[in-house]
């Protein structure tokens, strides 16, 4: 009988850690002082500041123009491989307020996308 009850409480531990699904998080992305916008200067220039946090290594960072399918920068060597991030991304040829899209993929497949406004 004991032997029993031993063998149903391990089945049950068992199964108990083998359905938990740890829950993945998805990188979280703050820009410097939490502004969402920034000014370019007359050239048409503005440098994106910020920090990434991931709970799981980063893979690369996207940056494109909204409207364009082709990124204009691709950080997937600077960014990878680490958990926590400081980056700054200086963006050139605004002439026109542009929507900046950041997208960040870490190594376990989680993606987060936000938008930034550079106005001119």
Same mark, same amino acid.
């Not at 029993?4 to 391990?10: E, G, H, R, T």
């Not at 220039?45 to 910020?50: L, R, V, W």
């Not at 900046?100 to 376990?108: L, M, N, R, S, T």
């Given at each position: 009988?004991?032997?029993?009850?031993?063998?149903?409480?391990?089945?049950?531990?068992?199964f108990f850690f083998v359905s938990c699904k740890k829950e993945a998080?998805?990188?979280? /992305?703050t820009f410097s002082n939490n502004v969402v #916008? @920034?000014?370019a200067n007359a050239s048409g220039?503005?440098?994106? !500041?910020?920090h990434i946090s991931s709970v799981t290594r /980063?893979?690369?960072?996207?940056?494109?123009? #909204? @409207?364009?399918?082709?990124p204009f920068l691709v950080d997937?060597? !600077?960014?990878?491989?680490?958990?926590e991030y400081d980056f700054s991304y200086k963006v050139t040829g605004i002439t026109v307020n542009t929507y900046?899209?950041?997208?960040?993929?870490?190594?376990?497949g989680g993606k987060v996308t936000q938008r930034f406004l550079?106005?001119?």
């Open positions: 009988m004991k032997t029993k009850s031993f063998s149903l409480m391990v089945l049950m531990a068992l998080t998805n990188p979280q /992305l #916008e @920034g000014t220039e503005y440098t994106m !500041t910020g /980063l893979d690369k960072v996207v940056l494109t123009k #909204e @409207g364009q399918s082709t997937d060597s !600077t960014a990878k491989n680490k958990n900046i899209v950041v997208d960040i993929f870490d190594q376990g550079i106005k001119k």
